[in-house]
């Protein structure tokens, strides 16, 4: 197989087994910069049609290594497989995904590290200029399971102006309504994201609670919808 990942086949052993082979020249290059511009420990884990389980990934790292994560990151959660459900499952890609999904989030809970990951939008989210939950591509298994999510959209005025812009679908912690839209800037050379000023936030809507209760006073209803006919 092409990549780190070499796969063994015993022709006495109903199976096969992978280990991961040294990284290409090239890739050990990019690796090596970034540990000498950047600071922290990052582990990267590349694997083939073998798979690999992630608990037990992480357990090995803490007893072995004595390294805990963080934070991880993993790659198009959409591709891996659970547990509860085995290959040859008559079950629909909602049911697939919310598993794995609810797996991801059991073994950050167990952990106490944060996953991240992402997804794209279906046909309808690729060309609208204000997605939703329910522009998740494949399946809304992910955005019923997650706790935290955001969009990144960008229109032909934001392209010009190198800039993309940031909306919260989801949020179990706080209200989304907060600073629901704000954008950032990128740099495209280098796909990097960067804060720009405060002057190009103000034209953006939903950066407020509907009600603020940070002065401990009691918010007036009427008040608040008097211009409504």
Do not use: W
């Not at 922290?40 to 992630?54: H, Q, S």
């Not at 073994?107 to 609208?128: K, M």
């Amino acid at each position: 197989d092409a990549g780190p990942s070499v796969n063994y086949i015993n022709p006495k052993y109903k199976g096969k087994f992978g280990i991961i082979a040294p990284y290409s020249k090239d890739f050990c290059k990019s690796c090596n910069r970034l540990r000498i511009t950047s600071r922290g420990d990052l582990r990267l884990c590349l694997f083939g049609n073998t798979g690999i389980n992630l608990r037990h990934l992480l357990q090995e790292l803490r007893t072995k290594k004595n390294f805990k994560a963080d934070v991880m990151y993993i790659d198009y959660l959409n591709i891996c497989a659970s547990f509860r459900i085995r290959g040859g499952t008559n079950a629909g890609s909602y049911a697939i995904v919310k598993a794995i999904a609810e797996e991801l989030r059991g073994l950050a809970v167990e952990f106490n590290i944060p996953i991240i990951s992402a997804t794209q939008t279906n046909r309808t989210g690729f060309s609208s200029s204000d997605i939703g939950l329910e522009d998740t591509s494949e399946s809304f298994g992910l955005p019923a399971t997650a706790d935290f999510m955001v969009a990144l959209s960008q229109t032909e005025e934001l392209d010009t102006l190198n800039q993309y812009q940031v909306k919260q679908l989801k949020n179990r912690y706080a209200d989304p309504g907060f600073h629901r839209r704000f954008v950032v800037g990128v740099d495209k050379s280098k796909m990097r994201l960067f804060d720009v000023e405060q002057s190009a936030q103000t034209e953006l809507v939903d950066d407020t609670p509907l009600f603020d209760r940070s002065k401990g006073e009691k918010p007036n209803i009427n008040k608040l919808f008097e211009d409504f006919k």
